[in-house]
């Protein structure tokens, strides 16, 4: 399983910010910008390309597998990277408004087939019935004389 890369982002340590590792915990402990704080995790273009393409290749099921799998912090950090790098279709939610927002769609021009059929039938029933009323008068018994 591929590591990510870690970019430093303070100097604390005496490591130069613009110094990248292949981050074990015990490096990640002492890089860390503030007391008693977590860590800040930098993630490089092609490590996020590379989840987010396993990810639309069903690799990885879900966008929570992936940041348990690679320790990805932050509930959002995979969804901000798929909007910023072209894969906005992982992203849940608007998945769902954009199936419901085509679903609706659908359901409109479905309505308003049915409404042109059902006003073309209505038309049909008027031409039978007046050409059925002619028939009906012609062919109505006669008064009997009794």
């Known amino acids: 399983m591929k590591q990510p890369i870690i970019e430093n982002s303070s100097n604390t340590t005496g490591i130069s910010a613009k110094s990248i590792c292949q981050a074990p ?4 402990e002492k890089e860390k910008p503030f007391m008693n704080s977590t860590p800040i995790k930098r993630y490089t273009t092609e490590f996020k390309l590379d989840v987010l ?3 639309r290749d069903g690799i990885i099921p879900s966008i929570e ?18 909007k910023q ?3 906005s279709d992982l992203i849940p939610e608007q998945k769902i408004i954009t199936e419901k927002k085509m679903k609706r769609q ?6 308003q087939r ?5 006003g073309k039938c209505y038309a049909r029933i008027a031409e039978l019935e007046s050409a059925v009323k002619p028939m009906i ?5 006669e008064a009997s004389n009794g």
């Open 106 to 111: 659908e359901l409109v021009e479905l309505n």
């Open 137 to 141: 008068v012609e062919t109505a018994p």
């Open 85 to 87: 790098l072209g894969f």
């Open 65 to 82: 597998e992936a940041r348990r799998l690679y320790a990805i912090g932050g509930k959002m950090s995979v969804n901000r990277w798929a």
């Open 114 to 118: 049915l409404i042109i059929i059902i």
């Open 53 to 55: 393409t396993k990810l």
């Open 25 to 28: 915990a015990d490096i990640l």
